[in-house]
């Protein structure tokens, strides 16, 4: 694996990650690109040194460069660009059903969440003022 | 029956190409639909006499040797988990004829075929032996997927839809690094062949490997702490999807992390997993209590269980590992038709919130015996299947020594048990309420019972069968943690010697 390839990748993944982690969808779908364009670079680099076009030229097999790696990079593309295909649609519908492209929060879980919090902040209050009547000097 | 290994995988994927012309002629496309997924079944069936029999079936595809083309590995552990698979897909099929366009429902014009393509792919991703087309069944498996999951484009389905397609395409995309990680460490893609040599490396990448598709196969199977998306998603989508969803995906997660840890000799990973085990347990059981909606309940259910799976694997025993095996084959009916119980509350009283549902008990009665069974042997009470896989793993547990996550599994069960307690007072005793949704002509409450009916006799079934089902995991694990079967039946022999018979 050459150095350059080892920067192209690196970097990718960084940017990709970076991306993938926003909340507009559709910075998302570019992070996957970068993500997808990363591991098809880093499944090409697994496969040895670069050579002569394998197989058809009828090159001695020492010259030629790997070609499984080639085919497992051409269906990691395919599958790629379909599923970049439906993240973007359903960004469109998001957006024509909110008006944005953000990810939204589960109402339910944080219907559940709040209500957990509120009864923690109740006990606290309650141990608070239990404390002061208990201690009333030292409730600063 | 070489070709049926190959059928299973393409008669689905077939049928699914004919459904999508014929999806409009509702009669045409219900017969099609349910008579590919009876003959899968069939075949699956016939496969796993004849595996248990005569041994490992493997399908080298185009005829290429092992080592440069595709080939599909029936062994017993396959055969079993694959029979179980499509008869879960089966039932679900016909949970979804019987409830037809009704709005908590889904279309079948759409869920047919898609769930045909599941079908395919979870066929390839449990027969396959080769590391990149595992990837393949695993898109083919998520691309549906996304698609029954998002179909109705409501807004909660597009927000938990977006939340599961973003998790699991990040997880596709580390499987595609893991891929080229192990090509470049190894040279092959074949299992057998990473079976071989995956042992030889240095220690550090064998952990690293390991490590590696943990995660990978971890996000799919829902452990701790890869499993958030899981009960986001879930209760959103329509009851049908849902239930083929917690009884099947996050299984074969759990099966590929049987199958790879076991096969690359990754036990040196064995603490750590059980670790993740306990934890998986606890807290999806924990999230359980906390929920007041019957779906939601029930999805972080599916996490909890995953926990028992994974302590089984861990152990790194023939008991343990035999334990997880039952433990699977049990958990794919019991999850299916539990989250069919609730699609039935669903259908009948136009939610599912607890507070919003009551007295069913006495209302609708069938309903409550379609809950109460496979509840309990959720919960793990015998006589029922899953006192028979607890029973299972705690012997194994004791017998490795592992006191502590015997101990949490342990009260995991009976955390169970308490918050399916809260489902039977909220939704089975006190008033009856009610219904919310009209009588709807175009469901058939018959058939969806009816369809329940049978998943609750299958889990029924593996408990009366768990003697024969246990000599089969002990076979499975014994085959699976001695690893030489695998890698003698896929390499072994010269290509096309199994054709001659």
């Known amino acids: 694996m050459s150095l350059a390839m080892i920067f192209a990748v690196a970097g990718l993944v960084a940017a990709g990650t970076f991306l993938v982690t926003s909340r507009s969808l559709s910075r998302i779908v570019l992070g996957f690109a970068l993500l997808g364009h990363a591991a098809v670079l880093a499944l090409l680099a697994s496969g040895g040194r670069a050579g002569s076009p394998p197989i058809v030229d009828g090159e001695p097999v020492p010259d030629m460069s790997n070609p499984l790696p080639q085919a497992l990079s051409l269906t990691a593309i395919v599958i790629s660009f379909g599923l970049t295909l439906f993240v973007l649609a359903l960004a469109r519908r998001q957006q024509l059903l909110t008006g944005d492209d953000l990810v939204e929060d589960d109402v339910e879980d944080r219907r559940i969440a709040t209500t957990q919090e509120a009864r923690e902040a109740a006990v606290d209050e309650t141990r608070e003022l239990e404390a002061l009547h208990d201690n009333p000097e030292g409730g600063s | ?501």
């Open chain 2, 1 to 501: 029956m070489i070709a049926v290994v190959g059928l299973c995988v393409a008669l689905p994927l077939l049928a699914s190409a004919l459904v999508l012309g014929v999806r409009r002629l509702a009669t045409l496309r219900d017969v099609i639909t349910v008579s590919t997924m009876a003959a899968v079944t069939g075949m699956a069936a016939a496969l796993l006499a004849e595996v248990d029999r005569n041994g490992t079936v493997v399908l080298r595809v185009g005829d290429w040797a092992p080592d440069l083309g595709i080939v599909l590995v029936a062994d017993l552990f396959a055969a079993l988990i694959l029979l179980v698979a499509s008869a879960t897909i089966l039932v679900v099929e016909l949970f979804a004829i019987g409830q037809r366009r009704t709005p908590a429902g889904a279309d079948p014009a759409v869920v047919s075929p898609i769930l045909l393509v599941l079908a395919g792919g979870v066929s390839l991703a449990i027969l396959t032996g080769d590391l990149f087309t595992l990837f393949v069944a695993f898109e083919l498996i998520l691309v549906a997927s996304y698609v029954l999951l998002t179909h109705q484009g409501r807004e909660s389905q597009v927000r938990s839809g977006m939340t599961y397609v973003v998790i699991n395409l990040f997880a596709s995309t580390l499987f595609l690094f893991g891929v080229a990680i192990v090509y470049s460490a190894t040279g092959t893609v074949n299992m057998a062949l990473l079976a071989e040599r995956i042992p030889e490396l240095p220690a550090a990448t064998q952990v690293g490997i390991g490590l590696w598709f943990l995660v990978v196969f971890g996000t799919k199977a829902a452990i701790f702490p890869l499993f958030s998306w899981l009960p986001d998603s879930y209760p959103t989508a329509p009851t049908t999807i849902t239930a083929v969803f917690a009884g099947l995906l996050t299984k074969i997660g759990v099966y590929v992390l049987i199958r790879f840890f076991t096969l690359m000799e990754l036990d040196e990973l064995g603490a750590l997993l059980l670790v993740i085990a306990g934890f998986t347990m606890i807290v999806g059981v924990a999230g359980a209590l906390a929920q007041d909606d019957v779906k939601r309940i029930l999805s972080f259910h599916v996490v909890s269980q995953i926990g028992y799976m994974i302590m089984g694997l861990g152990l790194f025993t023939v008991a343990g590992v035999a334990g997880a095996v039952l433990f699977l084959i049990h958990q794919i009916p019991v999850k299916t038709v539990m989250f069919l119980a609730g699609g039935l509350i669903e259908d009948d009283q136009g939610t599912s919130a607890l507070k919003k549902v009551g007295g069913l008990a006495t209302s609708k009665p069938v309903i409550a015996v379609l809950f109460a069974l496979p509840a309990l042997s959720l919960a793990g009470l015998p006589p029922f299947s899953g006192f028979v896989a607890k029973l299972a793993l705690v012997d194994a547990g004791i017998s490795s020594g592992a006191y502590v996550i015997v101990a949490v599994s342990l009260v995991g069960s009976i955390l169970t048990l308490l918050s399916m307690t809260k489902i039977w007072i909220g939704a089975f005793w006190g008033e009856v309420t009610p219904s919310a949704v009209p009588a709807s002509g175009r469901r058939s409450v018959t058939i969806m019972q009816t369809a329940a009916g049978l998943a609750v006799a299958g889990t029924i079934a593996v408990a009366v069968v768990a003697g024969p089902l246990w000599r089969m995991s002990e076979q499975v694990a014994t085959d699976l943690l001695d690893r030489t079967p695998y890698i003698v039946d896929v390499l072994g022999g010269t290509v096309g010697e199994e054709e001659v018979d």
